[in-house]
């Protein structure tokens, strides 16, 4: 078992969440159940299969996990996408959420590459 607390993909993916439910709070209404919540949900899911993961028994589990996580890494940052696309992200909020999903992204391969040697 991992203390996820301790790490810091975890950390770094709290704070983005945090970010984000402040960049989203000004999507339309109209999205509120459909990009609005949908990709929060994408996003939330990163912290959250990390440290579920982390409370495994095992590296495998662990890793099974974070494979989970960055799934939905990707997912989020496809999410992000369309919102600019559709002109609901400002662009200096656009290009720091980009940066942090692609460090994220990065921070959870290497972890996974630690764990599964």
Known sequence: MHNFRDLEVWKKSILLCKHYYIVSKDFPKDELFGLTSQSRRSLYSI??????GAGRDTNPQFCQFLNIALGS??????QIIIANDLEFIKKNDFDLL??????IQNMIIKLKQNYSK
């Open 47 to 52: 912290p959250s299969n990390i440290a579920e």
């Open 98 to 103: 980009m940066t942090e999903i692609r460090h």
């Open 73 to 78: 890494s990707f997912e989020f940052e496809t």
